[in-house]
């Protein structure tokens, strides 16, 4: 399960900008690592930050044009989790190979439907059948045993089997029906929500809404509010899988002999997984800690308004192609 998928918030981002406008970059931070490497960021969609319009505004950026940005981020349930699970066989035949899967298959749809999951919920999906190869001595090369050659020695099929279900709870009882019989491994987890078009509507007001608010706030300081002239809009959907974190957790001495000859081989460590959530410089964003698997919304309006003082502008420069 540890392939789940997430999504989180709302917020606002200002820009005055009175010429060439300095577009704010509304796209993600660096590739995630560990918290033993500090030198690493999180994973690309753990930052969504809309731009660093702080910095001071050269001449003729001034004499354009002033944006305000405002971001809203929200979380939304999901109301449907698609569960895969893979089933593999392996045997002299692609027949016995598909005998073999048919029955395991039919076991966990049985106990499926005592779950009262029901059968238009649940998918079978042909994968692959694929002939198995080993190495050998053969008849060609008697008495030879610094040669072996490769021959077909059976066939290995995979059909997974997905199945759509309302709750985690109804999720990890679907999976351990299927562990039951063995044989089965858990592919992935899908997240999906049927009223994520009436959040990104949602979304979408609240950026606007924090837009204006921004404006009515900064644009104060001019002797006259500007009209605006222009308007962008952005919304993205992060589902819970682009928002765990995976790090390393492993603090060792290390030392090693080589001149001994002496091959040293390291047990196995598996990664730390959590889920993180999505970090955002939002104006608007939920008032709780992500503490399980949502979906977030982000969704980003920015209001271009004209530069009282554009007059002024030097003639022929334009606005990053804008005016």
Request: charged share 25%; hydrophobic share 40%; with cysteine.
């Amino acid at each position: 399960m540890n392939q789940r998928m997430y999504l989180t918030g709302v917020f606002a981002v200002v820009c005055l900008q009175f010429a060439i406008p300095h577009v704010c970059a509304q796209g993600m931070g660096g590739f995630g690592g560990g918290y033993n490497s500090g030198s690493r960021e999180y994973p690309v969609t753990h930052q969504w930050i809309n731009g660093k319009d702080d910095k001071p505004l050269n001449a003729e950026s001034a004499l354009s044009v002033i944006k305000i940005s405002g971001t809203a981020e929200l979380r939304v349930v999901p109301t449907q989790i698609r569960v895969v699970l893979a089933f593999t066989s392996q045997a002299d035949t692609a027949s016995e190979c598909r005998e073999m899967i048919s029955k395991q298959i039919a076991d966990v749809v049985k106990d499926w439907r005592s779950q009262n999951i029901p059968d238009g919920d649940i998918v079978e999906d042909f994968i692959s059948v694929l002939p198995k190869f080993e190495w050998g001595f053969v008849e060609e090369f008697r008495g030879r045993d610094d040669v072996e050659v490769q021959k077909q020695s059976g066939y290995r099929m995979q059909i997974n089997l997905h199945v759509a279900v309302k709750t985690e709870a109804e999720a990890m009882a679907a999976i351990d029906s299927a562990l039951r019989h063995g044989h089965a491994e858990v592919v992935t987890f899908d997240y999906w929500s049927d009223k994520l078009d009436e959040v990104k509507e949602n979304a979408r007001s609240q950026a606007v809404a924090a837009a204006r608010k921004k404006a009515d706030l900064l644009l104060s300081v001019l002797e006259q509010r500007p009209p605006a002239i222009n308007i962008q809009e952005a919304t993205e959907v992060f589902f819970p899988n682009t928002l765990y974190m995976t790090y390393e957790n492993v603090l060792e001495e290390e030392i090693q002999d080589t001149r001994s000859g002496r091959v040293y081989v390291k047990a196995f460590r598996p990664r730390m997984t959590f889920f993180h959530g999505l970090s955002s410089r939002a104006d608007v964003r939920p008032t709780t800690l992500p503490m399980r698997p949502d979906i977030a919304v982000v969704s980003t309006v920015t209001i271009y308004y004209r530069s009282p003082a554009q007059g002024n502008a030097v003639p022929g420069s334009q606005a990053n192609g804008y005016w």
